[in-house]
């Protein structure tokens, strides 16, 4: 059952407050914010809890397979983090903002770590305008035709982010229903050279406000020719004509993704961080 720390259960009273904690931070909370948009406060559809302290405009937790800490004071991170500890875990990583998403990782550590990776500094990016580079006319929307071909490129680019294999466990079905589900709800982008995927790029979410891009990946003997800064800011121009701004978030230490990033145009608007458990 979906509920509120104190075992108040959260319902449609809720939704109002929930729905200014999302416009407060549109960028930031656009993962969550997209889903309780297309399915409300409703567990299984929603696919997680979402937890408050006092009130959800002033403290507010997703916890599902991932755990995205949203609002609230040090304090609320910790209690959020004994609240997560008090059950088995079911995430797999913890993101968000890193002044949130720090203090919940200092307070959990004992119980959940040591984490397989953490990545402290991730400049959260949006683009207020319009691309300051061209888009790649190239690049289209992909097809459930063209999986064949957008599979390999999508798990190379995951190993290589990620560093884990999506096809392990079940040989790829499940990663490739994730995809082929992305696919029919057009947000998969790529550009096609000879029927081999050259770039490739994917909204990994999206709400009323914002579209937030994942997934960017420029095969590696196509590196440097400019496919990612013209890709990339075809994805962000589809995002724009459907009235939502786009996002992203960037590894500190991906110097050429961030420059590509400031070249379109993309400023940051804050910094998140992410905790990779086993």
């Known amino acids: ?76 991170m910790e209690s959020f983090a004994d609240r997560a500890s008090s059950s088995p875990r079911i995430c797999s990583s913890i993101v968000g903002r890193a002044e949130f998403v720090m203090p919940f990782w200092d307070r959990i550590q004992p119980s959940w770590g040591p984490a397989r990776e953490i990545r402290d500094s991730q400049p959260l990016l949006a683009l207020t305008g319009p691309p300051a580079v061209a888009p790649d006319p190239r690049v289209r929307l992909v097809t459930l035709d063209d999986l064949d071909a957008y599979v390999p490129a999508a798990i190379d680019m995951f190993v290589g982010e990620v560093g884990v294999d999506p096809c392990a466990g079940d040989g790829g079905r499940s990663y490739r229903r994730r995809l082929s589900s992305l696919v029919t709800a057009h947000r998969v982008f790529a550009r096609f050279d000879g029927g081999e995927v050259v770039f490739k790029a994917e909204i990994g979410s999206l709400s009323r406000r914002v579209g937030q891009i994942q997934g960017v990946w420029v095969a590696p003997h196509r590196r440097g020719e400019g496919l990612g800064a013209g890709g990339t800011a075809a994805v962000a121009a589809a995002i724009i004509a459907h009235g939502r701004m786009p996002s992203l978030y960037v590894n500190s230490f991906n110097l050429p993704a961030r420059e590509v990033y400031r070249q379109i145009g993309f400023t940051q608007v804050g910094t998140f961080s992410t905790v990779l458990i086993d």
């Open 1 to 76: 059952m979906l509920k509120l720390l104190g075992d108040r259960p959260l319902g449609a009273r809720d939704a109002p407050a929930v729905e200014r904690a999302m416009a407060s931070d549109p960028v930031a909370m656009c993962m969550v914010a997209a889903r309780l948009e297309s399915h409300g406060i409703n567990p299984r559809l929603l696919g997680g809890e979402l937890w408050t302290v006092d009130s959800p405009t002033t403290s507010l937790c997703f916890s599902g397979a991932n755990l995205i800490p949203l609002l609230g004071s040090t304090s609320d």
